[in-house]
């Protein structure tokens, strides 16, 4: 994209093998394609970095300022190749095609094999950055090589082809590239467009002004950059299954990508069962039964006729609830329609989960939960009292999940719970991530909640070899750092570390057991007792509650 006006000094006209307009008309053509691939580019880099590292607001930041910082380099530098403006911009074209094809194989190779892509993000952040600004000066001095115009008038021409192609790229990443090719095939598929781009323009337009070792360079160049990115599109499926093992292990039984995330099941034949959202670690067998437990029982304490369940589409939260026989009725919110898909096909997490979302007792609605508790999903079901809400959602770190840990969610979830009703909420590990913890209690009080805080903790054995890996909330251990993040596949954590919040509106609910809660694994009076004081420990006076446009949360 274009970050000035570049005006070149007066040349010699070329050697055109078409007429001016036609040749202006072609390169206006070029400047569409290669602002068109360099969006493309940087929504790559921003949708990987969202997913390996996390936090999206953060990575997008990164990404977008060191890219605008080095296309102001690239223009400076492309100063020096004006002279030589035809092969400088083939070279430059071939060089950005093969750098931004392959940025998105390397960033999750480093990740998958290095357990971090930071640096690898950094550095093509500002190398496809120098390369885009290097683009506009020399096509600038193209362009007026093939037709005199006055010097606005060609600003504004590039401008508008480059503005124009921008937003092409911008609307084929979410909509074609990413659903039809994927993030490694699309990025390659795109660096092969660019080349040919360039390369065509720069060899048919502008051959007879190169010299025949211009020529023979830059066509050897090409077909090498064409032939390294059409041997990655033949590996990539190759290439992305030993990813995910060096990743998830040798275990994969699952991979797929909904329309909202990535997928993946492990284990579950022989062996302990994981499952891995977009990468976190988000159930595992071996300790998600304290977690659960947890979460829900001690919401249970009172009525329970009717419970609403806020995300938790794994049914690992409604099999708890459902072993109380006098609930009449589970409403569960689920975004993605594949897990909870899963939840009740796949043989082992169905049998993890007792086939509760097969229960009749069950209703499952697809939605989004801010959007469902508005009304939007709902309707009338949205709006009735529900006796225990339990709050089953990724951590508050991760950008996403952040407006629902916000006041004004927690104003919704008021209005749908009935006299005497309780609020389960899941708010991250207390241990580490103390300001995350406490800004979730600060925000439910704000919304009018009284609150009660307390924590849970499990042994976790190791989960064999690998990189370390972002986890999620029901895998947020002691020793994850104030990221929240650990080891998804190596030998990481023995202590896991959770925190919870149990709000009402009115008198502070006890936090404690019901009279009729079946028997429990890892749960017990004392171990609530415990729970409490343990948070308590943490506790953070003070601190401002959230809100929507003000987030308090931090990846």
């Known amino acids: 994209m274009i970050d ?52 999206s607001v953060t990575q997008a930041s990164v990404v977008l300022s060191l890219m605008v910082f080095a296309m102001g380099l690239g223009s400076l530098l492309a100063k020096r190749l004006r002279c030589r403006a035809a092969v400088g911009f083939g070279l430059v074209e071939a060089a950005l095609a093969l750098l931004g094809g392959c940025s998105a194989l390397v960033l999750y190779a480093t990740f998958a094999w290095m357990g971090e892509s930071r640096y690898a993000l950094i550095g093509f952040s500002l190398a496809i950055g120098i390369l885009i600004g290097a683009e506009i000066p020399l096509l600038m001095t193209l362009i007026q090589r093939v037709s005199r115009q006055d010097a606005g008038g060609t600003v504004a021409d590039l401008f508008a082809a480059d503005y124009v192609g921008a937003l092409v790229g911008g609307l084929a990443f979410p909509f074609l590239l990413l659903p039809w090719f994927g993030q490694l095939t699309g990025a390659l598929l795109t660096g092969a467009v660019n080349v040919v781009a360039g390369g065509a323009l720069v060899l048919w337009i502008f051959g007879r002004d190169l010299t025949g070792r211009e020529r023979g360079l830059l066509l050897l160049v090409n077909v090498l950059v064409l032939a390294v990115l059409g041997t990655a599109a033949v590996l990539v499926d190759d290439f992305e299954r030993a990813a995910r093992r060096a990743v998830y292990g040798d275990g994969v039984r699952v991979a797929v990508q909904t329309d909202v995330q990535e997928v993946v099941l492990t284990g579950g034949r022989g062996g302990p069962l994981d499952l891995y959202l977009d990468g976190r670690l988000r159930v595992s067998e071996r300790d998600e039964y304290r977690y659960h437990e947890a979460l829900v029982h001690p919401a249970m304490r009172g009525p329970h006729a009717r419970v609403l369940i806020l995300g938790g589409g794994d049914g690992l939260a409604a099999r708890e609830v459902l072993r109380y026989p006098d609930v009449r009725s589970v409403t569960l919110v689920e975004l993605d329609p594949g897990v909870a898909r899963l939840a009740r096909t796949d043989p082992a997490l169905a049998g993890l989960n007792a086939h509760a979302l097969d229960d009749p007792r069950i209703r499952v609605e697809y939605a989004d939960a801010f959007a469902w508790l508005r009304g939007r999903g709902g309707t009338g079901a949205a709006r009735a009292a529900y006796d225990v809400v339990i709050s089953d959602l990724p951590n508050p770190g991760i950008t996403p999940s952040t407006k629902l840990y916000s006041e004004e969610f927690y104003g919704l979830a008021s209005r749908v719970l009935a006299k005497g009703g309780r609020l389960a909420v899941h708010a991250g590990p207390p241990a580490v991530r103390p300001r995350t913890y406490w800004t979730v209690d600060a925000t439910l009080r704000a919304a009018g909640f009284t609150t009660s805080p307390y924590t849970a903790t499990g042994r976790v054995s190791g989960f064999g070899a690998g990189p370390d890996r972002s986890h999620d909330g029901k895998n947020a251990g002691e020793d994850a750092g104030e990221d929240g993040s650990g080891s998804a596949g190596g030998r ?64």
């Open 492 to 555: 990481a954590r023995a202590r896991a570390d959770w925190g919870f919040v149990l709000a009402a509106v009115g008198r502070a609910p006890t936090v404690g057991l019901a009279p009729d809660a079946p028997p429990l694994r890892s749960l017990a009076p004392p171990v609530l007792e415990a729970g409490v004081l343990g948070a308590e420990r943490t506790r953070l006076r003070d601190m401002p509650p959230s809100t929507l446009v003000h987030p308090r949360y931090a990846g």
């Open 4 to 55: 000035q006006s570049v005006v070149a000094p007066p040349d010699s006209a070329a050697r055109l093998p078409v007429r001016p307009s036609a040749g202006r008309f072609l390169i206006l053509a070029v400047v569409f394609v290669c602002a068109a691939c360099g969006l493309v580019y940087e929504l790559e880099l921003v949708a990987l970095a969202s997913y390996l590292i996390g936090d």
